[in-house]
């Protein structure tokens, strides 16, 4: 923070302007439990040239996250993002991309969304796609909502192993909407096939399936398709790791009728937890019902190539009882980063991240497997998986930060069963000898 000298006629002055007598009067919301009082604790006097020092070892004393390597993932994943990426975002003209209003004056954006759908539709295997939502969870609660218009229906069948805050968020966007949430139990780290067979009825308007689901097991879609559509119900797919999609079938391929998915892991750093991007993607049979904006290609009346908005299903933009939803704006400079991501990967470069992340992930779990600390079920898993183990949460912590990783996610935050188990997450940002240190720090 820069310092910038006030007299006290200037400090009067500027709380004269905002209409308050004094400071105390300024904070006065925030609770007097909440304020600082005394001096610090700094020994003194100092140059500023020793405050400085002085801070920056205290500094020290916190967790540097760019230092460290997260075995936590569970919906938001530490992928290594290419400085090019990051130079692209720093130009000002794409930091002033917003909701594009006058569209057509902004071709820049149009032309990103249509890149980013053209990347998304090739990835999931369908024709309609909006490029961005808020996040992964805002997107399946849309995509739920899309299908009960679809189907004239409100209940609901979801796997137990969607993302527990992804079902939150279903819950929170259904309230008003008089909906039957019913959940799907699992098996063995995968979503019961037969279970769902019980459970689905005439009056069921879509079923949620994860995959890879919260334990990152690679779920039989197309098994669970086939039951789905005997019952007249939609299949909604959701991928909080789209990374997966260049390894495995696409949804299309696997009967899914609707996807909504998070593209956090092209190109997006974790941020502390936002803002992320959110994307659907559907057959064009169902494109009328698609909430947000989808960007078409055009030529101009020179024959010049242009693009232009095509869909714009909102209320501010069409007759309110006709909106699909109020979603109100996209995440552009996201897009950005997400268009340079999987450009500059390519196909091929996109699937070599895919398949280190699986090798690297199987790779841990079988060494930790040989140590006398890990039990765990086989399941078909992509970069996440789940062991038990008889080690304490405050043993695994304290091994992992001696050697910079961050522990893995405790089950038992989500699954109260679940006591002894922990959700490991691997990336393309660990190498073979960032994983032996594991084993060996868990190991012993």
Do not use: W
Request: glycine share 6%; proline share 4%; net charge negative.
């Amino acid at each position: 923070m820069k310092y910038i000298p006030n007299t006290r006629e200037q400090l009067e002055e500027m709380l004269k302007t905002i209409g308050v007598s004094s400071f105390e009067e300024l904070i006065k919301d925030i609770p007097e439990s909440l304020r600082f009082k005394g001096d610090l604790n700094i020994k003194g006097p100092l140059s500023e040239d020793e405050l400085i020092s002085y801070i920056r070892s205290i500094e020290k004393e916190n967790a540097d996250f760019a230092s460290l390597k997260p075995l936590v993932g569970a919906g938001s994943y530490k992928h290594f993002v290419p400085s090019v990426i990051r130079t692209i975002l720093s130009r000002e003209e794409f930091y002033t991309a917003y909701t594009p209003y006058q569209p057509e004056l902004a071709q820049g954006t149009l032309q990103t969304m249509f890149e980013v759908q053209t990347h998304l539709g090739r990835l999931t295997g369908f024709d309609a796609v909006v490029p961005s939502i808020y996040d992964g969870a805002s997107a399946t609660a849309e995509a739920v909502l899309m299908a009960m218009r679809l189907t004239g229906k409100n209940r609901v069948v979801v796997s137990g192993l969607l993302n527990p805050q992804y079902l939150e968020t279903i819950r929170t966007y259904t309230a008003p909407h008089k909906t039957e949430i019913v959940e799907i139990p699992y098996d063995n780290n995968l979503t019961s096939l037969q279970k769902l067979k019980d459970i689905l009825n005439s009056e069921t308007a879509v079923v949620v399936i994860q995959s890879p689901n919260f334990f990152g097991g690679i779920e039989d879609v197309e098994a669970f398709s086939k039951v789905v559509h005997e019952s007249k119900a939609l299949l909604l797919q959701v991928v909080t790791e789209s990374l997966s999609l260049a390894l495995l079938k696409s949804p299309a391929e696997l009967g899914v009728d609707i996807v909504a998915g998070e593209a956090q892991s092209f190109g997006i750093d974790l941020n502390f937890g936002g803002p992320y991007n959110g994307y659907l993607a559907t057959k064009m049979e169902f494109v009328r019902q698609l909430p947000g904006r989808i960007a078409g290609e055009t030529v101009d009346r020179n024959g010049k190539r242009a693009f232009v908005m095509t869909l714009r299903a909102r209320e501010q933009d069409i007759k309110r009882e006709k909106a699909t939803s109020n979603l109100c704006t996209s995440h552009n400079l996201n897009l950005y980063a997400i268009d340079a991501y999987l450009s500059l990967f390519g196909k091929e470069g996109l699937y070599e991240v895919a398949l280190y992340n699986t090798k690297a992930a199987h790779y841990l779990r079988k060494k930790l497997l040989e140590t006398p600390h890990f039990k765990g079920v086989d399941y078909p898993f992509f970069n996440e998986f789940v062991l038990n183990t008889d080690l304490t949460e405050e043993e695994m912590k304290e091994r992992l930060l001696k050697i910079d990783v961050v522990p893995p996610l405790k089950l038992s935050n989500y699954f109260e069963d679940l006591v002894d188990s922990y959700l490991f997450a691997v990336t393309e940002v660990f190498s073979k000898e960032d994983l032996d240190k594991i084993v060996d720090a868990l190991g012993r």
